[in-house]
């Protein structure tokens, strides 16, 4: 007999037919014994359509009633699932993230968790409950209701099994495990049985939206054993991450390729090139709460520079205004200039670190096909490249092959 916590994600949930298919697997799992504690999403679609609501009555919305009002979403979601248990003859048992009592900070609409109380779950599990908690929430110290961000309930999963460790934590979703790069993008990309938490790690910072960036780094934390598999698929091993640092030979240096849309690039023209520079253009940014991503300063001309960078899409237009209105005029620059229709593409894995030439063989691939570099990153196991959004798709197609992610190793 195991502990399971297994999430199910939109899709999975996204009709009362899915919900009682979740309902069928659960009890399989329940009739062979083990304990369960199953996390669900919002139904597919849900939680855009509750943002949409809350932006037709305020211009920008509050975020703390924006999270008292997203959270029903999985609110929903939890009693559905709990009544198809029933049905199945289950003794099942739903809980809001107020209710379990998983403590968060206030960050509104991106809060983390801090903790969770394990009792009333504990005595549940023992009283022979399978107990359904609602994904993507917690309450702060105050007991208001917070939201953990968009992909949340993969966090709430992975931070569960931490809390009450658990034998595996199992990601139910669409796709039947982590993939070479986004199959809706590259119809040949395959399925990694396995993947280190480091590749897996960086492919979720930089745009792999299968699993919440935070979801990875809980459980790279506290070594949750960690699995995505399909809802759809009967029996499935899905893709399993690994902790431990060597691969075999024949693995591929490179693993996946990420890709992120959610970029702008901003470049200050004309800096006055000294001493400090930097910090006065991108600490009053970081100071309002924005994150600067990749940050490019050219060499100078007659003491003069341009400096790069760039932020989440959303922050676009805030950062600009703090550069026009704060930072240009303090600093004498030229000119601030932007724009938002810029994709960011990553080629992931830990066989980088043994094998030079892959930066060479990125650029001359993605020259080839005639696209630009805009910007580029570097670390021990990734590059990652600026484009223009339009060949995003097209560079993430032409790596995929050029790489050989497509062969079977
Ligand atoms: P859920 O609603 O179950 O949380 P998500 O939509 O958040 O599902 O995540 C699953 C989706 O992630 C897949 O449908 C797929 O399009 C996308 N995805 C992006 N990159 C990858 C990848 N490398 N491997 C598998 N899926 C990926
Ligand atoms: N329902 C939330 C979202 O759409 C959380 C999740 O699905 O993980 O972002
Ligand atoms: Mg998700």
Redesign the pocket.
């Known amino acids: 007999m195991a502990f399971y916590i297994q999430?199910?994600?939109?899709?999975?949930v996204g009709s009362t037919e899915r919900i009682k298919n979740v309902a069928r697997r659960v009890a399989k799992f329940h009739a062979q014994g083990h304990q369960l504690i199953i996390v669900v999403?919002a139904m597919?679609g849900e939680t855009n359509r509750l943002i949409a609501l809350a932006n037709e009555v305020q211009s920008n919305p509050d975020p703390r009633e924006l999270d008292v009002m997203v959270s029903t979403g999985e609110q929903v979601s939890v009693a559905l699932l709990s009544m198809a248990l029933m049905e199945l003859n289950i003794k099942a048992k739903s809980y809001t993230g107020a209710q379990v009592r998983i403590l968060t900070d206030s960050a509104h609409t991106k809060a983390r968790i801090l903790k969770i109380d394990e009792d009333k779950i504990r005595d549940d599990l023992k009283a022979g409950y399978v107990l359904v908690v609602a994904g993507f929430q917690g309450a702060d110290a105050a007991g208001s209701i917070t939201t953990l961000g968009r992909?949340g309930?993969?966090t709430t999963g992975v931070a569960l099994a931490a809390a009450l460790k658990a034998d595996e934590c199992q990601?139910?979703?669409?796709?039947d495990?982590?993939?070479?790069?986004?199959?809706?993008?590259v119809p040949e990309?395959r399925?990694m049985k396995t993947i280190t938490f480091e590749e897996i790690l960086e492919?979720a910072s930089l745009?792999?939206?299968?699993?919440?960036l935070r979801s990875v780094e809980f459980a790279g934390k506290y070594k949750v054993r960690l699995r995505?598999l399909s809802?759809f698929i009967e029996d499935g091993e899905g893709?399993l991450i690994t902790y431990e640092e060597e691969r075999g030979m024949e693995q591929a240096v490179i693993s996946?390729?990420?890709f992120n849309r959610d970029e702008a690039k901003i470049t200050v023209l004309g800096v006055p090139d000294h001493p400090g520079i930097a910090y006065q253009i991108v600490g009053p940014v970081a100071d309002a709460n924005i994150d600067v991503d990749m940050i490019i300063q050219n060499v100078s001309h007659d003491g003069l520079t341009d400096f790069s960078f760039t932020v989440h899409r959303g922050d676009f237009d805030n950062t600009m205004e703090i550069l026009r209105d704060k930072i240009q005029p303090h600093i004498g620059a030229r000119d601030v200039i932007g724009g938002d229709r810029i994709a960011k593409v990553s080629v992931v894995g830990v066989g980088m670190r043994s094998h030079a030439g892959i930066a060479s063989k990125m650029f001359r691939v993605l020259a080839e096909e005639g696209i630009n570099i805009q910007m580029i990153t570097t670390s021990e196991i990734k590059i990652s490249v600026v484009v223009d959004e339009k060949y995003m798709e097209l560079a993430v197609r032409v790596l995929h092959k050029a790489f050989d992610l497509d062969q079977v190793f």
Do not use: E
């Open positions: 999430k199910y994600g939109g899709t999975s999403s597919s992909g309930s993969d990601i139910y979703t669409d796709v495990g982590i993939y070479t790069t986004d199959p809706r993008i990309a399925r492919m745009g792999s939206k299968v699993l919440q995505v809802s893709t996946g390729i990420a």
